[in-house]
């Protein structure tokens, strides 16, 4: 009875009882080589936590210099808000960049040895590792173009009226006027 309660409970509780076992000094190496391969993306990942608010910041700040900044100082103003920006990113892409390769082994590492044997590790690593896995994602960029130049083609008429009715409705509960250019564009 003791051993079948105990085989249910391994059983049930199996993911969480194999994710606290020790992990063999080989599968540990093996992880290690992974995450290293893996550290353009553990940066990447950094660079986009960095980047995405100063964006938006500007953004949000070139709707506010349109609108409130005279028209000869404008491109002075926004000139000076990107440097913001850019000494923004200069100083807190490091700190971000050397957290996210430090965290990786803590974080990523884990599942890593949580979820794949030592075999699937040594596959996952040979293909990482692969001339053809490397040229593979070297093409990423033109693949996604292609993709995206097709794509913007073959629902540009779908799409378009709908920005344009969503401007209007978004103008309308701000109470402002489409500008007359937006207007026009609608009904190219």
């Known amino acids: 009875m003791m051993k079948s309660l105990v085989l249910a409970a391994a059983l049930a509780f199996g993911g ?14 093996l992880v290690a080589k992974i995450l290293q391969e893996q550290q353009p993306q553990v ?15 500007l953004q949000r700040a070139g709707s506010v210099v349109a609108q409130r900044v005279p028209a000869d100082q404008r491109e002075a103003m926004f ?4 440097a913001e920006a850019r000494k923004y990113f ?6 971000v960049r050397e957290k996210a390769l430090k965290l ?4 990523v590492g884990p599942v890593l040895e949580a979820n794949l044997t030592e075999d699937e590790l040594r596959q996952v690593l040979a293909v990482m ?7 593979y994602q070297a093409l990423g960029g033109d693949m996604q173009k292609a993709l995206g130049e097709k794509l913007v ?23 402002i006027a489409v500008p007359a250019a937006a207007a026009s564009a609608g009904g190219k």
Not at 43 to 57: D, I, K
Not at 90 to 95: G, K, Q, V
Not at 153 to 175: H, I, N, S, T
């Open 16 to 29: 969480a009882a194999l994710a606290q076992a020790p992990s063999s000094p080989a599968k540990k190496d």
């Open 43 to 57: 940066e990447n990942l950094a660079r986009q936590l960095v980047s995405q608010p100063a964006a938006q910041l």
């Open 79 to 82: 000139k000076d808000l990107q």
């Open 90 to 95: 200069d100083e807190t892409y490091p700190l």
């Open 104 to 107: 990786a082994p803590t974080t």
């Open 129 to 135: 590792k692969s001339p053809a896995y490397a040229k």
């Open 153 to 175: 083609a073959e629902v540009k008429d779908q799409v378009e009226p709908r920005v344009r009715a969503l401007d209007k409705v978004m103008a309308g509960k701000l109470g």
